[in-house]
C-alpha cells in the first residue's frame, strides 16, 4: 500500500538567514505581526502557531536581559490597535512606550529569538521577519493611543485648572476691586437723576 509523503512546508523568499533579531524597543509592537506571517508563510499556522509564541518566542533587552514571550509581544500589537479593550501590565506600558521595564535600564535594543524548533528553518523565519518590518507598506500602521487612565487624567486636570481660574478671578475681584463696578455691567453714577423724581411743573 502507498504512503503519501507530508507535503513539505512553502519555500519562503530570498532572505538572509539571522540567529537573532536585533530590534529597537519602539518596533516591538510590529513583530508579532510580522513574525506570524513569516511563520504563516512557512507553512506554520491555528494551534502550532500560538503554542509558538507562547513558548518559542522571545524578546530579551540588549542592556539588562529582561525577556518577554511571544504571547506578550502580542498583546503589546492588539494594545497598539484599534481593538484595544482592556489596559497593559506596567511592564507592557513600558515597552509600548519604547523603554526597557527595569528600572535603571536604558537600553533601546531588544532581541527576538525564535527558541523553539519546528518544522522550519529559524534562521529564515528570523531574516524574514526583517525584511517584512522594513517594509512599512506590509505592516498595519499601528499608532499607540493615549492609555484611558491618562486621557482621563489630563481632563481631570484641565477642570481643575479651570475652576481654579475662575475661582481665583472671583475672589481677587472682591478683595481688590469691591468698590470697581463688576465686568460687563454697565456702572451707574452717583449723580444720575432719577426722571420719574423730577416734577413736571418745575421751571
Do not use: M
Not at 506596567?90 to 509600548?96: A, I, Q, T, V, Y
Request: charged share 20%; with cysteine.
Amino acid at each position: 500500500e502507498a504512503t503519501i509523503a507530508p507535503s513539505p512546508a512553502p519555500a519562503l523568499p530570498a532572505v538572509d538567514r539571522l540567529s537573532e533579531l536585533h530590534l529597537p524597543v519602539d518596533r516591538l509592537p510590529h513583530v508579532h505581526e510580522a513574525l506570524a506571517r513569516a511563520l504563516g508563510e512557512a507553512g506554520v499556522g491555528g494551534a502550532e502557531l500560538i503554542d509558538l509564541f507562547a513558548s518559542g518566542v522571545r524578546g530579551v533587552c540588549v542592556g539588562c536581559g529582561l525577556s518577554v514571550t511571544g504571547a506578550e509581544l502580542g498583546e503589546i500589537t492588539v494594545a497598539c490597535g484599534p481593538a484595544r479593550d482592556q489596559p497593559l501590565s506596567p511592564k507592557l506600558e513600558r515597552l509600548r512606550l519604547g523603554r526597557c521595564p527595569r528600572n535603571g535600564c536604558d537600553a533601546r535594543f531588544f532581541n527576538v529569538e525564535v527558541t523553539k524548533p519546528g518544522r522550519f528553518d529559524r534562521g529564515l523565519i528570523l531574516g524574514r521577519t526583517k525584511q517584512l518590518l522594513e517594509d512599512r507598506t506590509s505592516l498595519p500602521d499601528l499608532k499607540p493611543p493615549g492609555a484611558p487612565a491618562t486621557r482621563r487624567a489630563i481632563r481631570r486636570l484641565f477642570l481643575i485648572a479651570l475652576g481654579t481660574l475662575l475661582v481665583s478671578f472671583v475672589a481677587y475681584r472682591l478683595i481688590f476691586f469691591s468698590s470697581q463696578p463688576i465686568p460687563f455691567v454697565e456702572p451707574q453714577s452717583p449723580y444720575a437723576i432719577n426722571p420719574a423724581s423730577l416734577d413736571p411743573d418745575q421751571k
